[in-house]
């Protein structure tokens, strides 16, 4: 293990301070720990649950490269080093107290529907009953029970396919923008994209503090992208 591999798969930047780091990997804990309890299958829960050992495997590597744990530079409700446990969870940052994003339905002949994405990993997939999906989509064959992946983390917006986290990919995978390839592996989302799943197709808003109603009315009267057609052959 190394502190690049670290890095990388928490999407920093490589300047990122022992402190940052340290942070990054508690709140990604926390996050995926909420996750477990509502994994809508139980192959995604171990998937979950082998991320949280990552990261706490992390953590032990970054205290002994330290040798002593300076104290952060963030402030945090805490008395002493000992609470940077696993159980310990940092304040959340300002991102956390609202929906730093959303993905508008905007599908022809649908109603257009706002899905709101938080923190850490939003799951979606074909909305079935008993699954907890932060994006549920209903009425679409060519969904799959878990399709895929948008992990937020500050200002970076991560699509990829449910593939990506190590389980069987989707069978009909996603599209961006129209294009008529698959996604392969991770891409970073900007505001306006149009993600395509099954026929379903959203289009990706950031939230700068605007209402979410006239997002929803801004998205519903622009032009639909061009919908990419499966091919189930």
Known sequence: MTRNEIIDFLSLAPNTTDDELLKAILEKESYFKSLVSNAPTNLLKKVYEKNIDKLKEFQVFI??????LEKPAIQLDINSQENSSPDFTISTAPTLKYEPAWLIRHTENSSTISFALTEGINTIGRLIEGCTLNVGIEKDMFVSR???IIEIIQDNYILYD????GVKSSKNGVFVNGSEKRLKGKYLLKEGDTIQFGNTKF????NTQRNIADVVNEVSHSDYMRTVVINIL
């Open 162 to 165: 449910i593939g990506e986290m």
């Open 146 to 148: 878990q399709h895929a």
């Open 63 to 68: 205290d002994n490269s330290r040798q002593k």
């Open 203 to 206: 289009v990706f808003k950031i």
